[in-house]
């Protein structure tokens, strides 16, 4: 049986994420997702991303005052996209609570408790 990955633990792949590079919410989703399937997460550990989780996230990291976003106008036909970026709080709550490496996706079998 599947388990979601926690807010917490979410939260912490998305301050991640962004630690590296400013990013749209689309992007940090579908990079999420595999980043998990990549690691193997997503399967052996039975860890999933639950579809619609990303953006709640953003928006309650955005409320906390560790993401700033704006939307960047992409050009005719194409949506505009909501870019995020961190904060110094941000970046200071990234650096205590991320593990840096090259998937930040493998730290979530530690997270839950998973046994490799």
Not at 21 to 43: H, K
């Amino acid at each position: 049986m599947a388990g979601s990955i926690s807010e917490q633990n979410l939260r912490a792949l998305v301050l991640g994420l962004l630690a590296r590079r400013e990013m749209y919410g689309y992007e940090i989703a579908t990079t999420l997702a595999a980043q998990l399937q990549a690691s193997g997460a997503d399967t052996a550990e039975g860890i999933e991303l639950a579809e619609g989780s990303v953006y709640p996230a953003l928006r309650r990291l955005e409320r906390d005052g560790l993401l700033n976003a704006r939307w960047v106008e992409i050009g005719e036909g194409t949506p505009r996209r909501r870019y995020y970026v961190l904060t110094p709080a941000g970046e200071r709550q990234a650096a205590r609570t991320v593990t840096h490496g090259p998937n930040p996706a493998s730290a979530i079998a530690h997270c839950q408790g998973a046994r490799p």
